[in-house]
């Protein structure tokens, strides 16, 4: 089966250990996370991960039923890349040198739209937020002019599609 | 409660829990809780094992024979890591236990001090759920929620860590509810309608239908309801080596064992049922064998409690979730009453060729050197199906279950999933503290007593009557017969030499015998059943027997071999 990218959501009380728990289920099956972020949810006290995996369609079901099983899994969502919104965010420092000597970056920096954070005098700092691709060809762009650091966040998103959160939770209060 | 330390609350989490029973091994990290249950110990009963592994496989045989949670307590750092083996055997096998370990100081976690070691992330992979207590203030609730997990749904292991400040400091009030629900956990699926009427339609229209059943007919009290589904339906049923017991070996409806070593008959039929009945098993792969030519062409049903288990391993047509004392009570109204003799006939066909081949010849053998299928029958002879066997990992273990006669559910315990070997010994301990007006038998190869031999001595202390029958053939004898099956008789590091086993018995104080001919093999047991009180039988046993029917790993269920 073919292999692609998919975004699991994951809806968690929050508590010391459960990102072990979560990433053990991925160890044990030798699966590379992609990327992992996490926060506090549209629900008080809820936390959310986004987790992105490269895998086949029988494994992301098999994958996300064993995070479910998880106690303090409030519900876990899987999603192609078509089905959700979503972006990660970059930052790029560069050399101040080239910001004043090098014309072409700032027309690099307009054409994607890139937002200049902050400028000292020995450096500065872009900002990008997309797709993977966008912040990819603004590195390659910018990697010429010498980047002193650059880097990526994990993926955010929200589904196209609503998950039922609070659902889960009174089903599981009126058991 | 008023003013009490969080040490003394832990002992009464358990007095509420109902828990009267702890196998455990002090150290310091735990002493606080030890002091207290000094104080208790006309409420608890703390069984002093040898090694923390045993705590855990006597917890086990505990929960496994009382249908209670085991209780297993252990000091930090190396206290904790011995509970592994047994706590990754109670998650792949869902046995119901808690387990407390201390831990040092939670100023000093993080620090590397003396004994510390990170049991938390150590037995994540391996529980249904773990915490570490660092206030006092934790205790009750998180007690609470350690049984109410550990025995709801699909029942497993929990551990429960409290640093050694929590268990010293002093609440100014103590009281416990016991916990009903989890917010974020719901303990058995809801059952859907539609589905269970799926079933019925596939089951009364079926021609050929098959009931492999497991562990969960057990687990949730289902016998009754099983047993009033088979015999409404009609159809043969077949268990893996976790559901034995849960129906009488001579229900007529009992047609074997599957999987590697199980039944001729049922490992072949597996492949011409048109309707396969799953009930409360996960398709393990000593079940399956090859997976691209299991059950192919039958439609497949599947009851099951943990939806995770569903299509993991194998497809199913129907998916009925739910705890299956309800499901299978529920579905009971929608079969049709029907006899399936002609099909059964094909059982008892394959029988004949089995008994023939290798039942016979082993069951009622007449020459040569002791087979482990002689012990069995006359232990079967002396005991009447109405012990609990307790078997650890190997050709005994193989042996022992297909030829053992159950009357009574709860009466085979053994290290399934996870195949630890010195699983029985401690087990069987357990399991007789659990039970203890049944008469407990383990059977044990040499190689697995030797993993736990030193719990002879828990035995010893506690006199529990637990019956030891070792079955000595000098070998690793599971390893050796792969050996000469697949690796040309290449005996790597399987031959052993052993020990004088009645000698270290005796050290223990505990009588014994050791038999090595067949005429003599039937009074030594009788006497080690009739003796009151502990007892290790000794039986020298053909040196290279080997286990068949088998299916050879990653093939075909229908390419069982006799020999």
Known sequence: ?175 | MKNISGAEAVIHCLLEEGVDILFGYPGGAIMPVYDELYKFENKINHILVRHEQGATHAAQGYARSSGKVGVAIATSGPGATNLVTGIADAQIDSTPMVCITGQVASSLLGSDAFQETDIIGISTPVTKWNYQITKASEISEIFAKAFYIAKSGRPGPVLIDITKDAQFEILKTFEYKKCKKIRSYSSVPAMDNKSLKNAADIINNAKKPFVVWGQGVILGNAENEFKAFLEKSGIPAAWTILGLSALPTDHPLNVGMVGMHGNYGPNKLTNECDVLIAIGMRFDDRVTGSLNTYAKQAKIIHFEIDPAEVNKNVKVDVAVLGDVKETIKDILPLIKSKNHDKWIDEFHNYYKIEYDKVIDNEYNKKKGGLSMAEVIKSLNNHTEGESILVTDVGQHQMVACRYTKFKLSKSNITSGGLGTMGFALPAALGAKIGDPKREVIAVIGDGGFQMTIQELGTIFQTKAAVKIVILNNNFLGMVRQWQQLFFDKRYASTEMINPDFVAISKGYFIESSKVSERNKLDDEVKKMINHNGPYLLEVMIEKEENVFPMIPSGSSVSDIRLE
Do not use: C
């Open chain 1, 1 to 175: 089966m073919k292999k692609r990218n998919y975004t699991i959501s994951i809806y968690t009380e929050n508590n010391v250990g459960l990102l072990n728990r979560i990433s053990a289920i991925f160890l044990k099956r030798h699966i590379n996370i992609r990327s992992v972020t996490s926060s506090e949810s549209e629900i008080p006290n809820i936390y959310r991960f986004i987790i992105v995996v490269k895998v086949d369609g029988e494994q992301i079901i098999k994958l996300v039923k064993q995070i479910e099983k998880q106690i303090e899994v409030i519900a876990a969502f899987y999603h192609t890349d078509e089905e959700t919104i979503y972006l990660e965010t970059a930052l790029y420092k560069v050399n101040s040198k080239s910001l004043f000597e090098e014309r072409q970056i700032q027309n690099i920096i307009k054409k994607s739209r890139a937002n200049i954070v902050t400028v000292k005098p020995e450096y500065f700092v872009i900002e990008k937020t997309g797709w993977r691709e966008e912040t990819e060809d603004l590195y390659h762009k910018l990697k010429k002019y010498g980047l002193l650091q650059f880097v990526r966040s994990g993926r955010i998103s929200v589904s196209k599609s609503s998950m039922e959160i609070s659902k889960h939770l009174k089903n599981n209060e009126n058991e």
